[in-house]
């Protein structure tokens, strides 16, 4: 089996991020802290992953077809 060293990287990166940002958040169980820590994890480590081009053109061509498969039905 083959490793894409690259993108394997990228992820640890793009955990990294989302990690050290997060610890800046407040750490209490307030909904706001656990909504915050959500929205992080749930859409920034996307975002970030996409920053740094994680995605090639392939996959995002698939992404967009699926979407629009999704917004047919």
């Given at each position: 089996?083959?490793?894409?060293?690259?993108?394997?990287v990228?992820?640890?990166?793009?955990?990294?991020?989302?990690?050290?940002?997060?610890?800046?958040?407040?750490?209490?169980?307030?909904?706001?802290?656990?909504?915050?820590?959500?929205?992080?994890?749930?859409?920034?480590?996307?975002l970030?992953?996409?920053?740094l081009?994680?995605?090639?053109?392939?996959?995002?061509?698939?992404?967009?077809?699926?979407?629009?498969?999704?917004?047919?039905?």
């Open positions: 089996m083959r490793y894409d060293y690259g993108r394997l990228k992820i640890a990166v793009a955990g990294a991020v989302v990690f050290l940002v997060g610890v800046q958040l407040p750490a209490d169980l307030s909904p706001a802290s656990v909504l915050g820590s959500a929205a992080l994890v749930l859409i920034g480590f996307p970030t992953l996409a920053a081009g994680f995605l090639d053109k392939g996959e995002l061509r698939a992404l967009k077809r699926a979407s629009r498969l999704l917004d047919r039905s």
